[in-house]
Nanobody, 118 residues
Framework: QVQLVESGGGLVQPGGSLRLSCAASGDIFSIYTMGWYRQTPGKQRELVAHITSDGITNYADSVKGRFTISRENAKNTVYLQMNSLKPEDTATYYC????????????WGKGTLVTVSS
C-alpha cells in the first residue's frame, strides 16, 4: 500500500507559477510511474502529466510547454512545476502511483486545490 500526500496548491494570478509536491510512502517509490491528474466539478479526472520509473515523461496537450513533471527518488517525491498558469488550470490536482510491471496500484492522494484567478 502506498500513501500519497500532495501539497503546494493555492491561489495564484493568471501568468503565475506554482510547484506541487507529492510525497510517497509505504513502498519502493522508484518502481512506480507517478502521475498528476486534475479534476473540476462535474468533469472527469484527466491526466496532466506522468513520469515513468525510467524518467520518461508525457504531458497533456493543454499543458505542454508550461508544466514540468519531475521526480526525486531519494526523497520519494514527485513534483509538478506549473508556469504561465491560466484560469482553465483551476482544478483539484491529484497524485497517482501505479506499477504495471509489479501489478501494484493505482494509488491516489487526496488532492490539492489550485485556483488561478485575478
Amino acid at each position: 500500500q502506498v500513501q500519497l500526500v500532495e501539497s503546494g496548491g493555492g491561489l495564484v494570478q493568471p501568468g503565475g507559477s506554482l510547484r506541487l509536491s507529492c510525497a510517497a510512502s509505504g513502498d519502493i517509490f522508484s518502481i512506480y510511474t507517478m502521475g498528476w491528474y486534475r479534476q473540476t466539478p462535474g468533469k472527469q479526472r484527466e491526466l496532466v502529466a506522468h513520469i515513468t520509473s525510467d524518467g520518461i515523461t508525457n504531458y497533456a496537450d493543454s499543458v505542454k510547454g508550461r508544466f514540468t513533471i519531475s521526480r526525486e527518488n531519494a526523497k520519494n517525491t514527485v513534483y509538478l512545476q506549473m508556469n504561465s498558469l491560466k484560469p482553465e488550470d483551476t482544478a483539484t490536482y491529484y497524485c497517482n502511483a501505479v506499477s504495471t510491471i509489479y501489478v501494484r496500484g493505482p494509488y491516489w492522494g487526496k488532492g490539492t486545490l489550485v485556483t488561478v484567478s485575478s
